[in-house]
């Protein structure tokens, strides 16, 4: 096909032949020539491969076959355009797509097939990558890969590409047969988990404001209609805790609408056979202190808002104690419009609802969502207490609350009495050798304790969703903590994608190129290594009571100069001295007063993600990188500079040359035969765990430029989608050669059980017609001999009737005569109706009679006959 598509080429107006000839006309001659060749429809006519590698076109080609399929591209295009097939209405009429077997395609499918995946460029530098991914994003083509890498733009607007249609699109078919689509990382990460049996981690990561959290909500979408979960509830339980656990945990920020101010890591449960059984989430590294305070232009986090505009609208803010006029404190604005937009913004009412039918598809009781709104009722009336200094003769630095409204309203909502509430906010309680001392909170420290308790709420494919990099004006110590999460999320990405692989290179014994990455390790030493590292240091000055800013900073100053490190995640000037993190919010951040362990952030900080990347190393990684690419957030708008940025700080570009000079995938060759042996040897053989099957299954499968290593199979990154191809295809045939079977031994055990079950009948028909011709043989015996006896008995009546003397009967012998044939034959009548009603027919009951009077005298048989006869 390679030869016709060139000879196609050849003979198209719109081709320029890239060979350099002085005589046009000499050129041309020849490629006629060639291409008319080519289309001879004799087979024996046609000219064989080795005319045609002998042709001057043919070896002009040499080097340069990804131009050509580019100009074969533009010439098919081009075509389409100008001679486009009509549609006839007779099939359009009523339908816009004809409902037909075939599987779903999309338009143009294979337009940038050579750009979806930015490893097969020929020129691979800055300016190539920047220029094609401009262009795809102008062709609403947001979706680019990077070997198995997903690049993901943020579109600013509504695609429809998430539909049903193409779910079933990606669905367990070559990556390179639809665009690039991050349905298609779903589907990979699902295929895995099912073909090897292996826990998979999916990584959605990039700035604030580049699509993570949607980008989580199309994949989650997505395994959902791949587990295809029998129990319908279960798939809606799954697909709204999402949207439930983002109402609580994302806020308004500077930069983003809908930022993530958590770590999101959602667990997909799965069944052997690739069924979702379940899901759960877990929660890391929550910005708390976003309840108590937020930045300039920033908002609290989206349920305040929701809860409040809700109850306002069900005329229930005085039963949780809100007012209607003053918003709470906590989610007071400085622009003064909170309690306008709740009032009149349709959209918190709608996300109200929105919350509410949540929490009846999780499976919330009405009790325990209103004891969620009272919770949160009661953190917006605890922000509005206030504290004054009071003096006493022992301790001049003891703390009221002046404002007891405020503090019955927030008891009321909790249930609790306001001394209690009191004594929990203005003391504390020590514990020295035994005894317990109860101390008076001052002022400040009383503040802080009311921060506190306002902010302390409480087979698997892994999707992490953790908020992205931010940088501001003026960063916290939670900012901080930020930015050092996703410096280890990007240490994790270049662990499995260059450290890891190269030191396999280095130990199988295998002749690559190392690639050149910059090393974040230095800069996580500086901030998590104990005993210097500066979290370490920060929670040692935590420890000390009348600890200041510059005791802090001249701690810093000492330890700085032991460890230097740049960073691509943090502010530049960070490294060059100018400390940008507030040093006061580091100090004044309050301790976790409920653990009695005194746990301070920064160490909640580092045991939360060290929890968090526990669970991520266990799964095979998959990578999504979500890109920003314009601060403005408006739809087809490209900033070069913004997108480059980005594409240094993760490594593009090196990841771009390690996808194509290296091996992303490693398999032990115990594995790799286990797996794929099926694609070289029989089912029933066993083949040996050596060099030489591992040779024979990639033969037999037709790969290229793979390495053995001493113990491993070293394969790149394409290789094993199309092993997994060749392996289902294989696997499809032997259940469809099962399924056969199956359904051959069912016919038969069928057959067979038909045979008996009419063999059954026919055995119970039998024996019920003998029964029954029995049971009626007996009837018929038992009434015969009935009616024989009473038709005896009535008989013999008869002659004793007759042969009484009557003197009188002699005298008158005509008269008396004929009366007593009439009374005998009415007699006679009556016991011969009753017994032939009592035989089986009239005419065996005739016989039995006449034979039964055959006794008595012959006037009365002749009366009986002539009786019978009538």
Request: aromatic content about 8%; overall charge positive; charged content about 25%.
């Amino acid at each position: 096909m390679l030869w016709v598509r060139l000879a196609f080429l050849a003979a198209s107006p719109a081709f320029s032949s890239p060979l350099p000839s002085s005589n046009k006309l000499t050129q041309e001659r020849p490629r006629v020539l060639g291409t008319r060749r080519c289309l001879i429809k004799d087979f024996e006519k046609r000219p064989s491969v080795t005319h045609l590698l002998d042709h001057p076109f043919i070896k002009g080609t040499q080097g340069k076959v990804l131009f050509l399929q580019k100009q074969l591209a533009n010439v098919l295009r081009d075509q389409k355009r100008l001679n486009p097939v009509a549609k006839t209405s007779m099939h359009v009429s009523r339908h816009e797509r004809m409902h037909t077997r075939r599987a779903y395609r999309v338009e143009d499918a294979d337009r940038h097939c050579l750009e979806d995946d930015l490893v097969n460029l020929e020129v691979l530098d800055e300016d190539t990558i920047i220029y094609w991914l401009e262009k795809r994003y102008a062709d609403a083509l947001i979706y680019t890969y990077v070997g198995d890498i997903l690049i993901a733009l943020n579109p600013f607007q509504n695609l429809s590409i998430y539909s049903p249609q193409f779910s079933r699109l990606y669905h367990g078919v070559k990556r390179a047969s639809n665009p690039p689509h991050i349905f298609a990382s779903a589907d990979n990460a699902y295929q895995c988990l099912v073909t090897f049996n292996k826990d998979q981690c999916i990584v959605i990561s990039g700035e604030s404001g580049s699509g993570k959290t949607e980008s989580t909500h199309l994949i989650v979408q997505h395994l959902t209609f791949l587990g295809k979960a029998n129990n319908q509830t279960l798939r809606q339980k799954i697909l709204q805790v999402n949207s439930l656990v983002e109402a609580f945990g994302n806020a308004c920020t500077a930069i983003n609408d809908n930022s993530s101010r958590f770590g999101k890591y959602l667990e997909m449960m799965f069944t052997p056979t690739g069924a979702v059984m379940g899901a759960r989430i877990s929660e890391y590294l929550l910005e708390k202190s976003r309840v108590i305070k937020q930045a300039t232009g920033e908002k609290n986090f989206h349920i305040f808002y929701y809860i409040y505009a809700g109850l306002y609208h069900q005329k229930k803010l005085s039963e949780f104690r809100l007012p209607e006029e003053k918003p709470p404190r906590y989610i007071a604005a400085e622009t003064g419009r909170v309690m306008k937009d709740i009032m009149s913004k349709e959209s918190y009412r709608r996300q109200f609802e929105a919350i509410q039918h949540c929490f009846r598809i999780i499976g919330f009781t009405n009790k325990e969502v209103h004891s969620v709104y009272r919770i949160l009722a009661g953190i917006l009336n605890i922000g509005n207490i206030e504290f004054a200094a009071i003096a006493s003769q022992h301790q001049t630095d003891k703390s009221e609350v002046p404002n007891p409204e405020a503090l019955e309203n927030a008891a009321c909502v909790l249930c609790i009495s306001p001394e209690e509430l009191q004594e929990a906010l203005t003391s504390y309680c020590v514990v020295t050798r035994g005894e317990t001392i109860v101390r008076a909170n001052t002022v400040d420290r009383a503040a802080d304790v009311r921060d506190a308790i306002s902010a302390e709420d409480r087979m698997n494919v892994g999707i992490l969703d953790i908020f992205g990099f931010e940088d501001f004006q003026r960063n916290s110590f939670e900012q901080l903590c930020i930015n050092i999460a996703n410096e280890q999320i990007q240490f994790y990405f270049n662990q499995h994608v260059f450290a890891l692989e190269q030191m396999e290179y280095q130990n199988e014994g295998i002749d690559a190129v190392p690639v050149q990455y910059e090393d974040n390790c230095p800069l996580l030493d500086m901030f998590l290594q104990k005993p210097l590292g500066l979290l370490a240091l920060l929670d040692e000055e935590s420890r000390f009571p009348q600890a200041t800013d510059q005791t802090l900073v001249g701690n810093l100053a000492q330890t700085r100069a032991r460890i230097t490190a740049s960073s691509r995640s943090l502010p530049p000037h960070f490294s060059a001295g100018k400390a940008k993190v507030d040093t006061l919010e580091m100090i004044r951040h309050p301790e976790e007063t409920t653990n009695m362990k005194r746990q301070t952030m920064a160490s909640y900080f580092r045991y939360s993600l060290m929890d968090l990347l526990s669970k991520m190393v266990v799964g095979q990684p998959h990578f999504v990188r979500c890109i920003k690419p314009n601060d403005e957030r408006k739809a087809l708008q490209f900033s070069q500079d913004r997108v480059l940025a980005q594409l240094r700080s993760t490594g593009i570009l090196e990841t771009v040359s390690i996808r194509r000079q290296g091996y992303s995938h490693r398999i032990l060759f115990e594995d790799f035969v286990k797996r794929y042996y099926y694609l070289a040897f029989r089912a029933h053989q066993t083949p040996p765990v050596n060099k030489e099957s591992c040779v024979a299954i990639l033969e037999k499968s037709r790969l290229d430029r793979w390495v053995l290593g001493k113990t491993k199979v070293f394969l790149k990154y394409y290789h094993v989608e199309q092993l997994n191809l060749l392996l289902r295809e294989v696997l499809g045939r032997v259940v469809m050669l099962q399924a056969y079977a199956k359904g051959w031994l069912g016919a038969r055990r069928y057959k067979r059980a038909r045979e008996k079950r009419e063999k059954a009948a026919l055995a119970i028909q039998s024996a019920w017609r003998g029964y029954d011709a029995r049971r009626k043989f007996k009837q018929i015996s038992h009434r015969r001999g009935e009616s024989a006896v009473r038709a005896q008995a009535v008989l013999q009546t008869s002659p004793e009737k007759r042969s009484c003397p009557d003197s009188e009967a002699e005298s008158n012998n005509g008269h008396e005569e004929t009366s007593s044939d009439s009374s005998a034959k009415a007699a006679t009548d009556r016991y011969a109706n009753l017994c032939i009603g009592m035989l089986p027919s009239a005419s065996w009951g005739l016989r039995l009679v006449e034979e039964t009077i055959q006794a008595t005298s012959s006037g009365a048989k002749v009366s009986l006959s002539r009786s019978m006869s009538s």
